[in-house]
């Protein structure tokens, strides 16, 4: 009843905006804080596999004891718990918060992303599917790195489509930023390096 409300009263408002760039991305926003909020009141948190790991580096991080990684297991995701451990305690309901908060800022980059390469029906749609994914809504209460490894990506991703059509060293800075901190959560992050030169020679049609 509430997804149906803030969908009813975002397509009213889109109809009667003149520039409803803005406004698309408040309704994903919107949808994305709707679905998100009702999944918190009673799904559980699910604690698995690598989480165990993860969460005991975290808490060590958080006492002070220092980084101690390796290829296998890189530092990214528990240094986001250990940041949030040092506000809140070992609380794993408070990385789901953060995690939920993430999933939000994936699907507004999502927007983004579409609406710089199409327009902004494009990046409504893209926006609106990844802010109700399944998927995306489950691993945001799993303590494991994909939802932080998504939210990167896509930084990833916006940053270099913006550069590519705007040709300027912002954005590049951010697609490159991205792609490091996608390695310190999970090393297969690091392809994006080979991924994004590529994807420039393409769009500047480079040739032999």
């Given amino acids: ?36 909020t009702i999944i918190t009141t009673g799904a559980p948190i699910l604690f698995e596999g690598d989480a165990r790991g993860y ?30 451990f040092a506000l809140t305690g070992p609380n794993l309901e408070a990385v789901a918060l953060v995690q939920h908060g993430l999933g939000v800022v994936t699907a507004l980059l999502t927007f983004f992303a579409a ?27 799993v303590m494991l790195t994909e939802t932080l490894f998504g939210t990167l990506l896509l930084v990833s991703v916006l940053g270099s489509v913006l550069a590519l059509r705007n040709r300027t060293i912002p954005p590049i800075a951010l697609a490159g930023l991205a792609t490091g901190m996608l390695g310190l959560v999970r090393p297969v992050g690091l392809i994006v390096i080979a991924i994004v030169p590529l994807l420039c020679l393409l769009q500047l049609g480079w040739k032999r």
Avoid at 23 to 31: R, S
Avoid at 116 to 141: C, I, K, P
């Fill in 115 to 141: 609406r710089a390469m199409h327009d902004w029906r494009a990046g409504l749609v893209a926006g609106l599917f990844t802010a109700v994914s399944g998927s995306q809504l489950v691993y945001e209460r």
């Fill in 55 to 84: 969460f005991v580096h975290a808490v060590r991080i958080a006492q002070g004891d220092g980084l101690n990684f390796t290829l296998k297991r890189t530092p990214g995701y528990s240094l986001m718990e250990a940041g949030v």
């Fill in 1 to 36: 009843m509430l997804f149906r409300s803030v969908l009813h009263l975002g397509k009213l408002m889109l109809s009667r905006m003149r520039n409803p760039d803005l406004l698309a991305a408040m309704l994903v926003a919107l949808i994305a804080i709707a679905v998100r």
